[in-house]
């Protein structure tokens, strides 16, 4: 085993996946001499060579058309998105061909394809470089959604996504890229698409999260471990979300709590109400709360502190369901 941070399980996944699988193929701006902006794929190209991991024009739209068209004609591309408000431009792509190739085709061709990409708030970022656009995809019938929290997780869920048939966003929290560190084997391990995890066992609330927002909950649950005694449920995919893990936590606590960085408006939050409410409205001992970003553009470096789920945040919102 070793003891890793988020940055090194990603690759170290990802050179193991390329040693192993020669149809895998990197690309991205800046991914193969610089390895990356975050240095993911350092490395990589020195290993595997220019072929297998090379450096991409300024052009999102057209890393995701090639990513198409090299995945359907039998590789398995692993393209960079430098950063997650960079991909807009590349949502013609994924929305109008990438999603829904496998059914244009009647499952004549697949999309086998990971789209790589740094997420989220916390570093004090420009704009575009602080956001998360994760509903936009979430929404989009055909892709898969994935965001790991830990090194563990991150290793297992890459490899994943690399063998998944289907097109993968896989979204990387940059707040903590390397703010965690654990043992991470060294071996082949994969962690399945589409099932949470819960991140610390509780009887009095549920508190679903993902992405970074993981490690404040966690936080939370220990500053109030002598008064209430929090489930942490870290979903890992969006989509397809794991509702049954869910509505289980829900009906066994009869409270929940939902944090995650996005908007409130259309965020993954109201779904998961809606979830709870279909199939487990009757075990509600208070309305669910969310935690959320603000339904604004988010903003720069001073003030964006004050637009993510804080601790203090989260914790309000878990003393208004006990006291309800």
């Known amino acids: 085993m070793a003891n890793l941070n988020i940055v090194d399980a ?45 450096d991409t024009p300024l052009c999102e739209s057209g890393i995701v058309g090639m990513a198409i068209g090299m995945s359907a004609f039998g590789l398995r591309p692993v393209a960079e998105i430098q950063f997650e408000g960079f991909s807009y431009p590349a949502l013609d792509q994924l929305i109008t061909h990438a999603s829904r190739i496998r059914n244009r085709s009647r499952g004549r061709f ?16 420009l704009e575009h470089h602080s956001e998360a656009p994760e509903t936009y995809y979430i929404h989009t019938p055909g892709l898969k959604v994935v965001i790991p929290s830990t090194p563990y997780d991150a290793k297992g869920l890459i490899v994943s996504a690399i063998r ?58 220990e500053t109030l471990q002598d008064k209430y005694n929090l489930e942490v449920i870290d979903l890992r995919t969006l989509s397809p979300l794991d509702t049954d893990s869910i509505i289980n936590s829900v009906k066994k606590t009869g409270r929940a709590v939902i944090v995650h960085e996005a908007q409130k408006t259309l965020g993954l939050g109201a779904e998961i109400i809606a979830r709870i409410n279909e199939k487990a409205l009757l075990s509600l001992e208070a309305p669910v709360e969310r935690v959320t970003g603000y339904d604004i553009i988010v903003p720069l470096p001073k003030r964006e502190d004050l637009n993510r789920p804080t601790e203090k945040r989260i914790i309000k919102a878990i003393e208004k369901v006990m006291n309800f």
Not at 110 to 125: E, F, H, N, Q, T
Not at 190 to 218: M, N
């Open 110 to 125: 697949s999309c086998p394809l990971v789209i790589r990409c740094p997420w989220g708030g916390g570093v004090k970022a």
């Open 164 to 221: 998944d048939e289907n097109p993968v966003i896989f979204f990387e929290p940059k707040k903590v890229y390397r703010a965690i560190k654990e043992e991470v084997p060294e071996k082949e391990y994969t962690i399945p698409i589409g099932k949470a995890k819960i991140a610390k066992e509780g009887s009095d609330v549920s508190v679903i999260t993902y992405g970074s927002s993981v490690r404040d909950c966690l936080k939370v649950a």
């Open 10 to 54: 990603i690759n170290l996944g990802l050179k193991q996946e390329m040693q192993k699988d020669k149809r895998v193929v990197i690309f991205g701006e800046d991914v193969g001499k610089d390895g990356g902006v975050f240095r993911v794929t350092d490395g990589l190209q020195k290993l595997y060579g220019i072929k297998r991991v090379f």
